[in-house]
């Protein structure tokens, strides 16, 4: 089973909008692009179809907007129920949202199955929205779910939806969090090469899963043999950010990189699998 762990779709409300969006610089300073792309639902399932995609996890954007992440998020549910053999649903909205837990457990207890990608586009994830997280958290701990946060790599070139990243203060947010089942999207901002310190990164790590979102943007193929080396295979989830990157690149950077048909399988859907307690 191959599963994209990683899906942006959005409403035709959304998509059909014109001109900028009130409140939402966050989504404005990623999607004001002419570039850039606004999928639905149709589109993703006929793009699954043409890669031989089984499943995949789709949510929708963090907004800022209460009435915004929830229209989107029954989109989400809406679309989970239309499709249940190959979509996944995760409710989404802005960290700093006093609504957020609310949010995620009206989401959960309507068939979604995670929380996220939450991200703060314009400032950066900090201490601030991590404090912030601490009843999504227990939620999410409650229903035994996922939580997928944005985390890009601190250095190197920019590009939108790039934003400042103490890894620091991710790690002191998974210390902090030890039963959480945490996935940090975009290979975590390189958060994983730290395993291989003595002592304590990898034990505190252990509840953490890496995905591959943008990775053809941001590394080279290589970056698939040094994960695996690094940490332990199966805490390596294949995600594409669709309509970014379609799925095929990620498998051809996959089979160049050298790492084993196993670890390739693991990756590509059998650790996603286990982690959503899915039926194989």
């Known amino acids: 089973m191959i599963i994209d762990f990683h899906t942006h779709v959005f409403p035709s409300f959304f998509r059909d909008m014109k001109g900028p969006l009130s409140g939402e610089p ?76 609310r949010e995620s457990e009206r989401c959960l207890r309507s068939g979604l199955s995670g929380v996220g990608e939450l991200a703060l586009y314009r400032t950066g994830i900090s201490s601030e929205s991590f404090n912030a997280l601490g009843e999504v958290m227990n939620i999410c701990r409650e ?13 190197g070139h920019e590009y939108p939806g790039k934003v400042p990243v103490d890894l620091g203060q991710v790690y002191a947010f ?13 290979w975590g901002g390189g958060l994983f090469f730290y395993t ?4 304590e990164v990898k034990d505190a790590l252990k509840n953490v ?14 970056v698939y043999r040094i994960a695996v080396e690094f940490t332990d295979p199966e805490k390596i989830l294949f995600g594409s950010d669709y309509p970014l990157i379609k799925p095929q690149r990620y498998f051809n950077e996959m089979l160049s990189a050298g790492i084993s048909d196993s670890a390739i399988m693991q990756i590509k859907g059998l650790n996603a699998v286990e982690l959503l307690r899915l039926k194989a």
């Open 143 to 155: 229903f035994d779910v996922p939580l997928l946060l944005h985390i890009n790599e601190p250095v």
């Open 26 to 101: 966050g989504f404005m300073s990623i999607y004001n692009s002419p570039k850039a792309k606004l999928v639905g639902v149709r589109q993703l399932i006929n793009n699954m179809d043409n890669e031989g995609i089984n499943r995949s996890v789709i949510f929708g954007f963090p907004w800022d907007n209460y009435e915004n992440f929830k229209r989107h998020n029954d989109y989400i549910i809406e679309a989970v129920t239309r499709y249940p053999e190959r979509l996944i649903g995760f409710s989404c909205f802005s960290p700093l949202s006093k609504d957020g837990a």
């Open 174 to 186: 998974i210390k902090a969090y030890p039963f959480n089942k945490i996935v940090l999207a975009h």
């Open 209 to 222: 899963w890496f995905d591959t979102a943008a990775s053809p943007f941001l590394y080279t193929p290589d």
């Open 196 to 199: 291989i310190m003595k002592n």
